[in-house]
């Protein structure tokens, strides 16, 4: 198999950035996964890093990832340990080796999770994922897209306790996993649709994490240079600077486990006068501006901060901070009915029609 | 193996009554179970009820049962066939014939649905239980006593959803399967405590299937006679009348899934003038008579109707209502200091010391 690139412990700083900034203000804490990622670097040497092409339509690949609320992650910092755990509980329950570990999304602390896995294993880590993004859901995939079933599927906790789910749809996987979880504390680790090669190469949302690598390196870079962090970051995502302000009110509430709520924006420079307002549930999923609905989901909403360009998720949004959003497009496979049915606005209960933003 | 008797579709009636009077009230409508297993019986045959005596040592044995809210087991009628899955996929999974059926609890609907598998496996039944009464979660067995895991679990439900789980103690078992149970709609299939025959002769509280059996009988034929029903059926268990009352208030509250409360009543007769009060939670679990603690769990409290003897469920009790109340000794197992750290009172909350009943 021809290696894309060879992933070391450092490159891990880059490639959590980058998976904060397609997190979209969710995702979980990125910083979490990276060190859990160094630590299985250093142990067992560096993550060979391929492309879904690469793999044979034989090949049995696997996902895996952290579930939970953000928030208990960073004070319950799981070790490596249950995530391998996982992973070769389900390899022994299909009764294969497996070939390949898969992320299920490249945002937040899932961008950096599957790298654990892949260092412990030895085995190739596809470059790319399920969403291009972050989303709070387990069935929000582009694999249910594609028929793949969550199941069978391993949960294992810090514990030591672990759970096999088979299910009837996706949606049930979710309803499943989402209660086990909370009953274990908050978070759990997961090993879940495992599927072949060929179905890999039309399911997944290709290069995410060598452009997660990329974006890290490149603000890394521009801010040791003499550009400006927002406009190459945006320059590289193909995104519209939707907004320059500072943090007005917020309204949060956590409902059903999400962190909801709304953050107001109040313009400054080219935009003083104008005003912002971000939905998010987790993650970002609705921008208007003066009043107009200007991007929903699954297009991406990105804050950074205006002058380093630093990612900052829904949690750390604080009154008076200047930042900047982001809009670009989502995968193309998010934009289909089928996509818009598992994560367009109706979904998450805004009673809009996804437009999709203007690039 | 020498089979202690054959139960018929029609032995199922008696079955059941004694079912809920071991049930303390509580135990879940064994009128579901009863339904379920004739619906079984007539279309497999008879099931054979054998001693645990008769098992060789190294025979398995697997218990199943029904998980959830009583009243959503009767709203939402499960078939017998997500048992029989739990039971196929859990032998499956331990990779050998399992030889034998066992009751988790005899108390209450699971008096009634390990039938349901015996019947439809051909295996024969283990005429004994767990509990020797109802209690409401799933370490309360004997089984745990003698440090019987209860996982491997498969837990099913009426969707075609299953879970393998496999936890560091009984309570976390206890616990995911809640979770799961809950989110599956208040109800699911368990097959669980896989055991050795030579484990299963030192845990199983023995008989208890046979008596439930002889108890509906005997109610039937008293009735039928001259006899006093609840004198009877007292003088079979072995148990004190320890009140002959009106119902007259009753609290209840649902706190974390119980059905608690406190049923108050006022003597008649022999009793006039003085007064009996029942916590239950699920179950009866602290009879106060005059003010004073006379029994708790896990010694038994079951309410009969007063003429007819027919037991009364928690959840049936009413204003005015004739009722007898008895009290006999739990099985020996439980009056243990293992057994009362795992069903005493002040497990259940109650800031008493467990006083043996006085039988």
Redesign the interface.
């Known amino acids: 198999m021809k290696i894309t690139r060879t992933i070391h412990a450092e490159d891990m700083e880059d490639i959590a950035i980058g998976g904060a900034i397609l997190g979209t203000g969710g995702g979980g804490d990125p910083y979490v996964g990276k060190l859990m990622a160094q630590q299985a670097i250093r142990k067992h040497g560096p993550v060979k890093l391929v492309d879904v092409e690469q793999l044979p339509d034989d090949a049995l690949v696997v996902p895996v990832c952290m579930m939970g609320a953000p928030t208990v992650m960073t004070e319950k910092l799981p070790q490596g340990d249950e995530l391998m755990h996982a992973f070769r509980q389900l390899e022994q329950l299909l009764g294969r080796k497996i070939d390949a570990v898969l992320c299920g999304e490249a945002g937040g602390i899932n961008s950096t999770t599957p790298f654990v896995v892949a260092a412990a294993s030895g085995l190739p880590l596809v470059d790319g994922d399920g969403m291009g993004r972050a989303y709070p859901e387990l069935q929000m995939v582009t694999f249910t897209i594609h028929n793949v079933p969550a199941t069978p599927m391993v949960l294992c906790d810090d514990?030591?306790?672990?759970?096999?789910?088979?299910?009837?749809s996706n949606a049930?996987t979710e309803?499943?996993a989402?209660?086990?979880t909370?009953?274990?504390g908050g978070s759990a680790l997961l090993a879940f649709y495992p599927m072949s090669g060929a179905t890999a190469k039309k399911a997944v949302v290709r290069g995410t994490l060598s452009l997660c690598a990329k974006l890290g390196q490149t603000l890394r870079e521009t801010r040791a240079g003499h550009g400006d962090p927002v406009e190459t970051i945006a320059a590289m995502l193909g995104a519209d600077i939707i907004f320059h302000g500072r943090v007005g009110d917020i309204e949060r509430r956590t409902v059903g486990g999400f962190a909801r709520g709304k953050a107001h924006f109040d313009g400054v420079e080219a935009w003083k006068g104008h005003s912002l307002r971000l939905d998010f549930q987790n993650e970002f999923l609705m921008a208007e501006r003066d009043g107009k609905v200007l991007v929903t989901t699954p297009d991406l909403i990105t804050v950074l901060e205006a002058e380093s360009g630093n990612p900052v998720t829904a949690d750390s949004l604080r009154y008076g901070l200047r930042l900047m959003a982001l809009a670009f497009p989502s995968n193309p496979q998010w934009r289909t009915p089928a996509g818009l049915a598992l994560v367009g606005p109706r979904y998450f209960g805004y009673d809009v029609d996804y437009t999709p933003c203007t690039k």
């Open positions: 514990k030591g306790n672990s759970l096999v789910l088979e299910t009837v049930w309803r499943l989402r209660a086990a909370v009953e274990m």
